[in-house]
């Protein structure tokens, strides 16, 4: 059976949210019903909804929601009606990346999760008679009611505050998971960390949590660098004010042995390779619009320094989810430190407070 979803829909990059009451149609034999609680809103959010990532609009966007499960298609087995669950994406389950548990590079990761369809082209939204684009990353969690991917949902235990475990589903795992899964820093080592939003912040622990000696973060807002050194970043450096290159090369007399890159700036890019003391890695994590190069300076990268990508921190997002809730739970990462809640109703604000002035570090948004 339909049910009734209130969904906020970016309709184009000068206008507000529109909010929506839509029809929902009911799941499909591998989809779930979950009724949002509430979901972080991230940068990918904000920049499909400016178009500087141009996917089709309108759309339904939202890709760090948490949830109850309320009704279950007739194949899925590993949940059910009841279950608390943090949603990440769909995958298609037998590719090669899927077959190693890295569901972030599956083969068909595009097509599932950004073109606002499902592979067969349609969806679970209906307004006025006409489909909507939603399934934005296997979820669309901007809405109170959300037909979704059951592979990309993991079931959390439910004495865990469901309100702020969505950013686990992207944030978290990007940030935690590039530093544990893709660089794998050894204890005593050195990392620099460029740009503290959740992301970067998330790197922070990860660092911390793997024994990294020195931990930079660079950023322009003193307040990220002050919650980064609350996190257990060594030292701290405002772009804004200090060289950015020099100062690292200072503090690790060399060069730091890892960097991460979450802004997606190419002038960052550059100085996020050119402070590494050779042997040594960059995993690009921030997002460019189509298009943009960063002219690296090939005598840097032929000297034994190198960048690859990394995307949802290369996880097995199911189980590294869990991992997360649990050291949360013990402690170990206290990203509620740097989390604010918002209503649904108050979307615009909670973007222009983030994305806006940089502000706010992590949004939520519950839903009732
Ligand atoms: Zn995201
Ligand atoms: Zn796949």
Not at 101 to 117: H, I, K, Q, W
Not at 145 to 159: C, E, F, H, L, T
């Amino acid at each position: 059976m339909s049910v009734t979803t209130l969904a906020a829909v970016a309709v184009s990059p000068d206008k507000p949210f529109e909010f929506r009451e839509m029809e929902l149609l009911p799941p499909r034999a591998d989809e779930i019903r979950v009724k949002i609680a509430a979901t972080g809103i991230c940068h990918t959010d904000v920049a499909v909804k400016e178009q500087a990532f141009a996917l089709p609009l309108p759309m339904v966007l939202g890709h760090e929601g948490a949830g109850v499960v309320e009704e279950v298609g007739d194949s899925v087995t590993h949940l059910k009606v009841g279950d608390h669950v943090v949603l990440f994406g769909d995958s298609c389950g037998h590719c090669k990346s899927c077959n190693k548990g890295v569901m972030s590079y599956c083969d068909e990761f595009a097509p599932r999760n950004l073109t606002g369809e499902r592979m067969d082209g349609s969806t679970s939204l209906v307004w006025k008679g006409e489909p909507v684009r939603g399934r934005f990353v296997g979820q669309s969690s901007f809405a109170t009611q959300s037909v979704a991917s059951s592979r990309g949902a993991v079931k959390i235990p439910n004495d865990l505050p469901l309100e702020l475990m969505g950013p686990l589903g992207c944030g978290l795992t990007t940030g935690m998971g590039t530093v544990m899964n893709a660089l794998k820093p050894p204890p005593g080592s050195s990392i620099a960390v460029f740009g503290v939003g959740t992301v970067g912040l998330a790197a922070v622990i990860g660092a911390k949590f793997s024994g990294c000696a020195t931990i930079i973060a660079i950023d322009v807002h003193p307040h990220r660098l002050e919650m980064a050194e609350a996190l257990g970043a060594t030292h701290v450096i405002n772009a804004k004010k200090e060289p950015v290159v020099e100062t690292i090369e200072t503090i690790t007399g060399g060069g730091a042995d890892y960097s991460i890159e979450c802004t997606g700036v190419p002038e960052v890019v550059l100085q996020a390779v050119n402070c590494l003391v050779p042997p040594g890695w960059c995993a690009q994590v921030g997002v460019t619009p189509s298009g943009i190069t960063a002219p690296i300076e090939m005598d840097k990268i032929v000297y034994g320094r190198g960048i690859r990508g990394v995307v949802m921190g290369e996880a097995n997002v199911s189980n590294f989810i869990l991992y997360l809730a649990e050291l949360y739970r013990s402690g170990r990462l206290p990203f509620d430190q740097f989390v604010k809640f918002y209503d649904f109703r108050d979307i615009d604000q909670a973007v222009h407070d983030s994305a806006g002035t940089g502000e706010v570090i992590k949004p939520i948004l519950r839903m009732s």
